[in-house]
């Protein structure tokens, strides 16, 4: 069994309290803990500790932008902690001198049914040429053994930063960004060699990231393409649609008239994303 003992506020998943996680399964919904504070609740007594009319429009921090994984979806797999860029520009007159992000789901940063991430380090700022614009980075680690599969969906990004004079802007809806389970796909074509005209049988399997069991589960009844390319061309061409059977595998027939490669062409879903794995050659004699 993992243990999960209770951990810092700023670091990636706020555990509230010790739970026991078999290390390939992930921790049920009803046993995660919440989405973790941020921001201005971390950020008291700091250099940045927002004043009292913190909020006052005349005088709060500007956020220009925030990106999350450079704009891309987050594919996390089974095991690995996903490492996840986060960039916020953001402007003041007297400089801006902290941020903080947050990545959480939930109707609300109170909602006991919420969930997120935030980073284990502050964010690193960088002044543009004017002074007043400042680059914030760093990264969110993103746990599978955290995640459920209902999870690949659209998530808030939440924003703080504070000026060097101690005021502060917070919006925990700035952004979006969205989780995709990890994608397998394997290709195999036979026989090699083969004669010309002869038959070959174009066989593999689509799976993807199952993060309630840490292992990955055939992906059933999705559409791929079988495509070719001539040992001489580097350009493949679509022979035709194939879809998955119930397991995720897959299985045609095709004419073999000139040496080339075969591959399968996974074009992605919302929840997963595409893969085109390398080509097998065949020998055609």
Not at 142 to 160: C, E, F, K, M, Q
Request: charged content about 15%; aromatic content about 8%.
């Amino acid at each position: 069994m993992r243990i999960r003992a209770t951990v810092a506020v700023a670091t990636g998943a706020l555990a509230l309290s010790a739970l026991a996680v078999p290390a390939t399964q992930a921790a049920p919904a009803g046993d995660r803990p919440g989405v973790p504070a941020y921001g201005s609740a971390t950020h008291q007594g700091s250099a940045a500790a927002p004043k009292g009319n913190a909020r006052a429009a005349a005088v709060a921090p500007v956020i220009n932008k925030a990106v999350v994984n450079g704009g891309k979806p987050i594919v996390v797999g089974t095991t690995a902690v996903k490492k996840v860029s986060v960039s916020i520009t953001a402007s003041h007159p007297s400089g801006i001198a902290a941020a903080d992000a947050i990545i959480w789901i939930g109707s609300s940063l109170d909602d006991p049914n919420g969930f997120g991430f935030v980073a284990d380090a502050p964010f690193k700022c960088t002044a543009a040429s004017t002074a007043t614009t400042s680059t914030c980075t760093q990264t969110i680690e993103i746990d599978p053994l955290w995640l459920i599969n209902s999870d690949t969906r659209t998530w808030n990004v939440g924003v703080w930063t504070g000026s060097k004079d101690g005021y502060d802007t917070q919006n925990d809806k700035f952004g979006k960004t969205s989780l995709q389970r990890l994608s397998r796909l394997d290709v195999n074509a036979a026989p090699e060699p083969v004669k010309k005209g002869g038959t070959i049988t174009v066989t593999g399997k689509l799976s993807r990231a199952n993060w309630e069991t840490g292992t990955y589960k055939g992906y059933a009844t999705q559409s791929v393409q079988l495509q070719f390319r001539k040992k001489t061309s580097s350009t493949y061409s679509t022979i035709k649609t194939v879809k998955t059977s119930t397991t995720g595998t897959l299985k045609t027939t095709t004419k073999a008239t000139v040496d080339g490669y075969w591959r399968w062409n996974f074009a992605g879903t919302s929840t997963t994303p595409a893969i085109i794995p390398a080509g097998d050659f065949v020998d055609v004699k």
